[in-house]
T-cell receptor, first 115, second 112 residues
Framework: GAGVSQSPSNKVTEKGKDVELRCDPI?????LYWYRQSLGQGLEFLIY????????KSGLPSDRFSAERTGGSVSTLTIQRTQQEDSAVYLC?????????????FGDGTRLSIL | QKEVEQNSGPLSVPEGAIASLNCTYS??????FFWYRQYSGKSPELIMS????GDKEDGRFTAQLNKASQYVSLLIRDSQPSDSATYLC????????????FGTGTQLKVEL
């Protein structure tokens, strides 16, 4: 596809359930990032992948959050035992490489609502 | 203390005027800076990037960087109602991995 694709676009689930969010980066982009944006907050970094490796997981809020990337392409972010504070828009971005000047291009996000 | 600071606004300017959006950052190791535009309910869209001190122009947009003052700005000339959005400033440092650190954004309203 032309841009970063994320699915689902919206997810509503009950507290305590597990959710899986998917990101398909721009073709050929080796670097992939997950952020989340809560109401009234700035974008908060979660995790960064270079290829299938995650050199920086420092933003994951707790051990309920995990992510993986396979084939250097699609990534999934999994939240286990969801809590209401997990409600946010989860944004995925990709860049051509990990160079510091490389811009990151965002997908449309997954709006997660925990009831 | 937030690492990237922006005035939340709203900043209101009349159509055709120059809109000036400002951003300060605390990490002196920050080396590259990005401005994103975000319409309500949409994802951030890259507008400008700047890495060196001075001005960088692209169409109606000019980004300005002053590393000594730790200050980045975005000027929008001939503002249009379609420019009404939230503008996010982001910084990236070599020592901070590859993550972008974002400000909370400035809401711009261009009025007819």
């Amino acid at each position: 596809g032309a841009g970063v694709s994320q699915s689902p676009s919206n997810k509503v689930t009950e507290k305590g359930k597990d959710v899986e969010l998917r990101c398909d980066p721009i073709s050929g982009h080796t670097a992939l990032y997950w952020y989340r944006q809560s109401l009234g907050q700035g974008l908060e970094f979660l995790i960064y992948f270079q290829g299938n490796s995650a050199p920086d997981k420092s933003g994951l809020p707790s051990d309920r959050f995990s992510a993986e990337r396979t084939g250097g392409s699609v990534s999934t972010l999994t939240i286990q035992r969801t809590q209401q504070e997990d409600s946010a828009v989860y944004l995925c971005a990709s860049s051509l490489s990990q160079g510091i000047n490389q811009p990151q291009h965002f997908g449309d996000g997954t709006r997660l609502s925990i009831l | 203390q937030k690492e990237v600071e922006q005035n939340s606004g709203p900043l209101s300017v009349p159509e055709g005027a120059i809109a000036s959006l400002n951003c300060t950052y605390s990490d002196r190791g920050s080396q590259s800076f990005f401005w994103y535009r975000q319409y309500s309910g949409k994802s951030p869209e890259l507008i400008m990037s700047i890495y060196s001190n001075g001005d960088k122009e692209d169409g109606r947009f000019t980004a300005q960087l002053n590393k000594a003052s730790q200050y980045v700005s975005l000027l929008i000339r001939d503002s249009q109602p379609s420019d009404s959005a939230t503008y996010l400033c982001a910084a990236r440092s070599a020592g901070g991995g590859n993550k972008l650190t974002f400000g909370t954004g400035t809401q711009l309203k261009v009025e007819l």
